[in-house]
């Protein structure tokens, strides 16, 4: 071997014959599959021997203008000198040749992003000696002639169809159907036609040189980490490509040596149910690459799996019972070393068995938890590791109706997963529409150009919404979501008629009525009814909840203003609502008239007159959440929106609505046409309503308190409601709303000679609140991060407005994740930080949160309790989520610091 | 004296007779009044003696709960026994009483705003010695009567009316018109009726005890700090509340005591005109309060003016020409140890001239640059201290037209003071009938609802604008004001009629083509045409703004986007274009047609098919300003405003633009439709057109680089052009657009062998960009901080929707200043702190510049020259306000430095 100065400068680790130079804790230097390689071989499992030459060599080969460092073909000429010793044959030997696969493996795996060469050693001379040794000539010239296809394609560049044309039209002419048929001759007839081919498009012969070729194939795969496919998945998994990849060099086995000879893949469990049973698939006499062709069917691996698929073709444990035993024996070696699941690669070659590959498997939202569970139980994991295992995102698949995957479908239209959930109904083009046919039973899809908060009351009463228009976190995704109503948004293909009586899309009309099922976390939309399957929160999912429970920090409440949301968040395990938006229950059928009578008057005194009608309304909606909500925390947040929302908007709404309460059109198109804005979202709303008119908040205050009042005088137990105070920019906007609380609430407490305690607080939603935290702080009990809004105004981005562009934004790379989906770290996340440090040095017992979208969201999660705060607040339907997410959080911090000391 | 315990406790200080326990510098303690009737006193000029009672009693009082600390009432009894010996009589003697005025003084000059009592320890005792001693009875019963209704009134609190009711009825039952017409014993009458209505009022008698009337007043001026009047005036003008005010108690000496007395103001200068000549009014035998009440007409100070006014009343000069002398050497004395014009307040008692009050003398904005300019070659003050003395705010009245104000006029309509200026012109309602007027040689006024960038050529058409919406920072506000164009906007009252053949205010209707006259910088719309007197950038101008560019250490460029514009900036000063805005040249009549084709193109291809036809515009618009600006750095922002700016938005505009360019119109809907947007701000806009387009970016590019090119063959002088970015939120989205200015500039230079040095930079407009200023800076070599939007991001506030509820926060305290016009420094400014260090950080040599309004506003300039800016840019017209307030900014902080040394 070439001599190094030290451990750092060793390029190429042997592995093989049970025992390595690298372990499966190198995936940094080695790549996943050397290092699990390497880890088999140290386990003392079959796996052939062979070498990997790491990372480093491979960003050596970048920074010196794609050469090799010196001393590097010493190494691994030593290298491959021991894989010859250890399988007794000689590398480019004639007549007892050693064949390598050459294999990329980078630290993270890149599926099929990367190149494969394998036979690689055989040329016009070493082909015979494969020949003579295997006593299989046809086997010995179809290996080769894969070789030339696959070293001309991958290594020199030549274009596979050129080889499938070849070999097609040599079909054809001999009326030969299945590569089978061919025998040792038409192979070697190919491969003759395979070779001119090579020196016709590169005007040399194709390499006979063995060592040529495998420095070939070594620089392709360091040349294939920066191919297109390569960067495009790194860029979309985030996978810096600094790291760069090892190569992975190793002797061939074959499963392609006859009938005693296979080759397969299997999880040691099942990865779609979780069963604790193994589970794959094999096919005799083939290499790997027949498996992923797709020709011939795959066998069962165990009998059980035969006889429940009805199939006659045997199963391993039938077909090779040594070989089976051997595989049944290392699988529970795996998964006693790992301590999960894995899924494997394996050949046998003649009667014996090798191991290729070994990583943790992928498995189903309820197989993981599943696993998860189950390996605590056999005292494989502990309840934190199970906890650590299932990734939360996940668990939304557990939480919704789905489409029972073998029901027929017929896909009507695609758009963006906006909330999860399947549903089956009528569609129906309005608001009023949905509610007037929900009301009498019916099933309804509320499908809409896009959604505004006047169709709330639509999408409540909507079994499912689809949209033209709009993004992830466009009003009907935001709503849906809340509500767990199944949403697609965004599907332009979709166009609504002008008579509101059907839409089309690709030629196909669909009218009102017509039965539609959407899949909310597909996106998909499909014409008819589609069976789903009910969600089954089973015991697996109870008990890994609560491990989580007991792992986490933060408290998880919810996002909800309906006794409906409350309840369904409660069963969710929320410990308190994080956002009771006020404004839903403004546009209630019931109320609006007075809502815009109070818009309309002319002085405090007419505002004044109309909101004393809504306050009894009010007051009774907070009673009816406090009573659900009973013991635990209710943040109420005082009107937010513009008033402008609450009014129609084109002339014929006006006119309609002007006639159906009584209005004058003309004095209410006058009030629109004043309270329309160019940017409604940096308007007039918030607490500049407050400032303006201060009633409307005295009155909320006054609902609010009352309430509290009232239920606590009925359930005995005291209610401490929080308010909150949106849209804060500077202190004396809180101050100022703040001493308006407390003088109403003063007040009430008087009258009624009751007492009561209550927080104010507010949003911190603005990067001048964040900015300004320390002063705001002083006046506020609790802040909450409002990361909706404040991702729009920290990115000067509206949300409304962003799905046009943002897909150019995530193609470009400029944006890894929509910002408003997982929090923008090194922009919204530092304001965050900011308003959370400051105001904890101002007021060190300040309780902080967040009820933007974010709070559901599992990144999002991670950073906010790295940054300390007491709770987040999502949509009722993502609070496991959040549950899990937080516990999460807490254990990875919990490592973190023990890591440290 | 009662002895303290230190200087600190020294709560009383003497004054008069030629030397004080204070002095000038002691406005912090002693108030404005009393530091300078100290000061006056220890110049040896003949000040009444008197004491001052300090700032610390007052904020004492209040700390106390409206008690006065001990020991105060000792002092304050020994320093009036000073004052009663230094004038020969005894405060309450019978025979020989002390009168004594009680005048409230703070640190800053709040007129008006606080309560003084005069002729105090007259009682019906002392107006007996009064009479007796001056040997007027009707001067002491005068007196006393004054007192007693300005005691009662003052510190007692009764209705002033009550004692014009009865001294009136009393002239009505005699028939008497003037007060001069009463004799003694008509007062003495008066004077009983009056003690009546006080004991009526307040169930006890007038207080006869002097001391109490002087405890009474002190208490009154403590109390009246904290009055209403006092309260908005101090929060209008920054005052806190901390600083409390100080209380003069000084011997009072008559100018209404006969003919040999008068009461009188002057200044040593012309405050109108700032002429080296003494000025000022007198009233002979009057108090101060005759003065204030105008009934009489006050008399000149001197002969001159007296013959330049044709006035036959002798002035001061002719009827007091002792005390005129007297006054004349004082004035000398005053301004040789002020180095500043004065204000004073003097009376001539019996022929003795005292001086009651000296302040800096306000003045007008040409008075203070001639006083200035004057004063520093007469030696009294250095050029720094000339730049120093001249309010950057107040240039702004000389760099306009202005109203004669002789003129007689028709107030029309008021609004926002928007754009200063005044012009005539007749009435047009549409920005293309205002370009085909101007075209025929007519002056024109839009007149609209609000504008948008669609009516640019009629702004620039017009000669002023009204509009009836929007605020300081709307759209027409912000336009006009670059343009140099007078406007008021936001004119509420305004009714623009529906056909647009008229507007209606308050019940006048004006029509199309009628001619009024508007005052931008008042704000106000007058009927028919009112003379208008041009701007003089006299002498005094060019040499203060020399000494100014001589001081200052930021450079000062313009927002300049035309020819024009450019030359205007260039006379005005600026060293170069901060912000050439390109999508006015967009909007040009003769371009839209291209513009539109781009944006309805259906892909990239015919896109650049459009914007070939833009590409030897923008060239030639480019070449042409770099002509201008020859040997200056010119800084271009690309494309920044949404697509939908450009398309016609209602339904009738976009079939007339179909029409007039046979584009289709359902396409032309479509496209409108398709690109609308809920908060465009926040929109797809800025480089968000570069991602998605880069198309646009490229033909900007190319025109920038060729006419750099072409120019610089030309001149023989290179060009270097700045091209800069918009709407940066992430560093990748800057890298991405520089990625491609780069390749577009190495393209033509290649294609025309040609050299060049350009810089690309980009804006700070937005929270994120300014929080990851470091990395930005690794691709930027210059930052603009656009400060307009980074205001609306950071506050979340619309500058073209906050004008409905602005004036809630100014009058609510909330904002002090409009934040976009003075920039908010713990917000806004905060971000441009972290940006500014953060850039600089990453990129030592960063150039950072402003470019939002705030760039012409004298506080805002302060402040980012201590944060390290190297230039401001603001519109042209404003150049030399920038100019002056850099200078100011550069002087303060060498000022602070060397004090701190």
């Given at each position: 071997?070439a001599?190094?100065?030290?451990?750092?400068?060793?390029?190429?680790?042997?592995?093989?014959a049970?025992?390595?130079?690298?372990?499966?804790s190198?995936k940094?230097l080695?790549?996943?599959?050397?290092?699990?390689?390497?880890?088999m071989s140290?386990?003392g499992?079959?796996v052939?021997?062979?070498?990997?030459?790491?990372?480093e060599?491979?960003?050596?080969?970048?920074?010196?203008?794609?050469?090799?460092?010196?001393?590097?073909e010493?190494e691994?000429?030593?290298?491959?000198?021991?894989?010859?010793?250890l399988?007794?044959?000689?590398?480019g030997?004639?007549?007892?040749p050693?064949l390598?696969?050459v294999?990329?493996?980078a630290?993270?795996?890149?599926?099929g992003?990367?190149?494969?060469v394998?036979n690689?050693?055989?040329n016009?001379?070493?082909?015979?000696g494969l020949?003579?040794?295997?006593g299989?000539?046809?086997?010995?010239?179809?290996?080769?002639r894969?070789?030339?296809?696959?070293?001309?394609?991958v290594?020199l560049?030549?274009?596979?169809?050129?080889?499938?044309e070849?070999?097609?039209?040599?079909?054809?002419?001999?009326?030969l159907?299945?590569?089978?048929?061919l025998?040792?001759?038409?192979w070697?007839?190919v491969?003759?036609?395979?070779?001119?081919?090579?020196?016709?498009?590169l005007g040399?012969?194709?390499?006979?040189d063995?060592?040529?070729?495998?420095?070939?194939?070594?620089?392709a795969?360091?040349?294939?980490?920066?191919?297109?496919?390569?960067?495009?998945?790194?860029?979309l998994?985030?996978?810096?490509?600094?790291?760069?990849?090892?190569?992975?060099?190793?002797?061939m086995?074959?499963?392609?040596?006859g009938?005693t000879?296979?080759?397969?893949?299997?999880?040691?469990r099942?990865p779609?149910?979780g069963?604790?049973?193994?589970?794959?698939?094999?096919?005799?006499?083939?290499?790997?690459?027949?498996?992923?062709?797709?020709?011939?069917?795959?066998?069962?691996?165990?009998?059980?799996?035969?006889?429940?698929?009805?199939e006659t073709?045997?199963?391993?444990?039938?077909?090779?019972?040594?070989?089976?035993?051997?595989?049944?024996?290392?699988?529970?070696?795996?998964?006693a070393?790992?301590?999960?699941?894995?899924?494997?690669?394996f050949?046998?070659?003649?009667?014996k068995?090798?191991?290729?590959q070994?990583?943790?498997?992928k498995?189903?939202?309820k197989?993981?938890?599943?696993i998860?569970?189950?390996?605590?139980?056999?005292?494989?994991?502990?309840?934190?590791?199970?906890?650590?295992?299932?990734?939360?995102?996940s668990?939304?698949q557990?939480?919704?109706?789905?489409?029972?995957?073998?029901?027929?479908?017929?896909?009507?239209?695609s758009?963006?997963?906006a909330?999860?959930?399947?549903?089956?109904?009528?569609?129906?083009?309005?608001a009023?529409e949905?509610?007037r046919?929900a009301?009498?039973?019916?099933?309804?899809?509320l499908?809409?150009?896009?959604?505004?908060p006047?169709d709330?009351?639509?999408?409540h009463?909507?079994?499912?919404?689809?949209?033209?228009?709009?993004?992830?976190?466009?009003?009907?995704?935001v709503v849906?979501?809340g509500?767990?109503?199944?949403?697609?948004?965004?599907?332009g293909d979709?166009?609504?008629a002008?008579d509101?009586e059907?839409?089309s899309v690709?030629?196909?009309?669909?009218?009102k009525?017509?039965?539609?099922?959407?899949?909310?976390?597909?996106?998909?939309?499909?014409?008819?009814r589609?069976?789903?399957?009910e969600?089954?929160?089973?015991?697996d999912?109870?008990?890994?909840?609560?491990?989580?429970d007991?792992a986490?920090?933060?408290?998880?409440?919810a996002?909800?203003?309906?006794?409906?949301?409350?309840?369904?968040?409660?069963q969710f395990?929320?410990?308190?609502?994080?956002?009771?938006?006020?404004e839903?229950?403004?546009?209630?059928?019931?109320?609006?008239i007075?809502?815009?009578?109070?818009?309309?008057?002319e002085?405090?005194?007419?505002?004044?007159?109309?909101?004393?009608?809504?306050?009894?309304?009010?007051r009774s909606?907070?009673?009816e959440?406090?009573?659900?909500?009973?013991?635990?925390?209710?943040?109420?947040?005082?009107?937010d929106?513009?008033?402008?929302e609450f009014?129609?908007?084109?002339?014929?709404e006006?006119d309609?609505v002007?006639?159906a309460?009584g209005m004058?059109?003309?004095?209410?198109k006058?009030?629109?046409?004043?309270?329309?804005?160019?940017?409604?979202?940096?308007?007039h709303?918030?607490?500049r309503?407050?400032?303006?008119f201060p009633e409307?908040?005295?009155?909320?205050?006054?609902?609010i308190?009352?309430?509290?009042?009232?239920?606590g005088?009925?359930?005995?137990?005291?209610?401490t409601?929080?308010?909150?105070?949106?849209?804060v920019?500077?202190v004396?906007?809180?101050?100022?709303?703040?001493?308006?609380?407390?003088?109403?609430?003063?007040a009430?407490?008087?009258?009624?000679?009751?007492?009561?305690?209550?927080l104010?607080?507010?949003?911190i939603?603005?990067?001048?609140?964040?900015?300004?935290?320390d002063?705001?702080?002083?006046h506020?009990e609790?802040?909450?991060?409002?990361?909706?809004?404040?991702?729009?105004?920290?990115?000067g981005?509206s949300?409304?407005?962003?799905?046009?562009?943002?897909?150019?934004?995530?193609r470009?790379?400029?944006?890894?994740?929509?910002?408003?989906?997982?929090?923008?770290q090194?922009?919204?996340?530092?304001?965050?930080?900011?308003?959370?440090?400051?105001g904890?040095?101002?007021?060190p017992?300040?309780?902080?949160?967040?009820?933007?979208e974010?709070?559901?969201?599992?990144?999002?999660?991670?950073f906010?309790?790295?940054v300390?705060?007491?709770?987040?607040?999502?949509?009722?339907y993502?609070?496991?989520?959040?549950?899990?997410?937080?516990?999460q959080a807490?254990?990875a911090?919990?490592?973190k610091?023990?890591?440290?000391?």
């Amino acid at each position: 071997m070439a001599g190094g100065q030290g451990a750092t400068t060793k390029r190429v680790y042997a592995f093989g014959a049970g025992k390595s130079e690298g372990d499966a804790s190198m995936k940094t230097l080695l790549g996943g599959k050397g290092a699990n390689l390497a880890e088999m071989s140290n386990l003392g499992l079959p796996v052939p021997p062979g070498f990997t030459i790491t990372t480093e060599v491979c960003t050596a080969y970048y920074a010196n203008g794609r050469a090799y460092p010196a001393g590097l073909e010493a190494e691994v000429d030593a290298a491959l000198a021991r894989v010859g010793a250890l399988v007794g044959k000689a590398f480019g030997d004639a007549t007892n040749p050693l064949l390598v696969s050459v294999r990329s493996g980078a630290r993270a795996s890149m599926p099929g992003m990367m190149d494969t060469v394998l036979n690689l050693g055989l040329n016009d001379a070493t082909v015979e000696g494969l020949a003579t040794l295997s006593g299989d000539p046809r086997f010995a010239y179809d290996s080769y002639r894969r070789f030339i296809q696959m070293y001309s394609n991958v290594v020199l560049g030549v274009d596979h169809h050129q080889f499938e044309e070849i070999l097609e039209s040599y079909k054809e002419e001999r009326d030969l159907f299945l590569d089978t048929e061919l025998q040792a001759d038409d192979w070697k007839s190919v491969i003759a036609k395979y070779k001119s081919a090579v020196k016709a498009a590169l005007g040399r012969d194709f390499p006979q040189d063995p060592k040529e070729q495998l420095w070939g194939a070594i620089g392709a795969v360091f040349g294939s980490w920066r191919n297109d496919r390569a960067e495009v998945y790194r860029r979309l998994h985030g996978i810096p490509e600094s790291w760069g990849t090892a190569v992975n060099v190793q002797a061939m086995v074959f499963g392609n040596m006859g009938e005693t000879s296979a080759t397969g893949v299997a999880f040691t469990r099942d990865p779609s149910t979780g069963e604790n049973y193994r589970y794959g698939e094999f096919l005799i006499n083939a290499q790997g690459e027949d498996v992923v062709a797709g020709i011939r069917t795959p066998q069962t691996l165990t009998k059980r799996a035969r006889e429940a698929m009805g199939e006659t073709a045997p199963s391993m444990e039938e077909a090779m019972p040594a070989a089976f035993a051997s595989l049944t024996e290392i699988f529970a070696k795996l998964e006693a070393h790992y301590r999960d699941m894995q899924d494997i690669e394996f050949t046998v070659q003649q009667g014996k068995l090798w191991m290729l590959q070994t990583r943790s498997g992928k498995r189903t939202a309820k197989a993981a938890l599943k696993i998860a569970v189950d390996m605590c139980r056999e005292g494989r994991i502990s309840e934190a590791e199970a906890v650590m295992r299932i990734d939360p995102y996940s668990l939304d698949q557990l939480l919704h109706p789905t489409l029972d995957p073998k029901a027929p479908r017929d896909l009507l239209l695609s758009g963006l997963p906006a909330s999860p959930g399947a549903a089956s109904g009528e569609v129906v083009f309005s608001a009023d529409e949905a509610e007037r046919l929900a009301q009498d039973g019916r099933k309804v899809i509320l499908v809409r150009v896009e959604t505004s908060p006047e169709d709330i009351h639509g999408m409540h009463a909507a079994v499912a919404i689809v949209t033209a228009r709009g993004g992830m976190t466009s009003h009907a995704a935001v709503v849906a979501r809340g509500m767990g109503r199944p949403c697609v948004c965004g599907a332009g293909d979709l166009k609504i008629a002008s008579d509101d009586e059907s839409f089309s899309v690709a030629g196909r009309k669909v009218k009102k009525g017509d039965l539609i099922t959407v899949d909310g976390a597909a996106g998909k939309v499909f014409a008819g009814r589609v069976a789903t399957i009910e969600p089954e929160l089973s015991g697996d999912f109870a008990t890994l909840m609560g491990w989580a429970d007991k792992a986490r920090r933060m408290r998880v409440r919810a996002n909800a203003e309906t006794p409906h949301d409350a309840k369904v968040a409660r069963q969710f395990g929320a410990e308190g609502i994080g956002l009771c938006r006020t404004e839903h229950m403004f546009f209630d059928v019931g109320r609006i008239i007075a809502v815009r009578e109070m818009i309309l008057a002319e002085d405090r005194k007419g505002r004044e007159a109309a909101l004393s009608k809504l306050l009894p309304m009010q007051r009774s909606d907070f009673e009816e959440i406090f009573r659900v909500m009973s013991g635990l925390p209710v943040t109420i947040r005082l009107l937010d929106p513009p008033l402008h929302e609450f009014l129609p908007h084109s002339d014929e709404e006006i006119d309609e609505v002007a006639r159906a309460s009584g209005m004058d059109a003309g004095k209410l198109k006058d009030r629109a046409h004043k309270l329309h804005e160019f940017n409604p979202m940096l308007g007039h709303r918030g607490c500049r309503l407050g400032v303006s008119f201060p009633e409307i908040y005295e009155m909320q205050t006054r609902a609010i308190i009352e309430a509290a009042v009232n239920v606590g005088a009925e359930t005995g137990e005291p209610i401490t409601p929080e308010i909150m105070i949106p849209l804060v920019a500077d202190v004396k906007e809180l101050q100022m709303m703040k001493n308006s609380v407390d003088a109403v609430a003063a007040a009430v407490l008087a009258e009624r000679k009751a007492r009561l305690s209550y927080l104010v607080g507010t949003m911190i939603e603005l990067p001048r609140a964040a900015l300004t935290a320390d002063a705001i702080a002083g006046h506020a009990e609790f802040f909450s991060f409002g990361t909706n809004d404040l991702t729009q105004t920290t990115f000067g981005l509206s949300r409304d407005d962003s799905a046009s562009f943002l897909p150019d934004y995530l193609r470009a790379g400029i944006f890894e994740k929509d910002p408003f989906v997982t929090l923008d770290q090194a922009g919204v996340g530092a304001l965050v930080k900011i308003a959370a440090e400051k105001g904890r040095k101002a007021r060190p017992n300040l309780k902080l949160g967040i009820c933007g979208e974010h709070g559901g969201d599992p990144a999002s999660i991670e950073f906010v309790d790295g940054v300390g705060l007491d709770y987040v607040s999502c949509s009722p339907y993502r609070t496991p989520i959040a549950r899990l997410a937080a516990a999460q959080a807490s254990l990875a911090a919990t490592q973190k610091k023990s890591s440290l000391h």
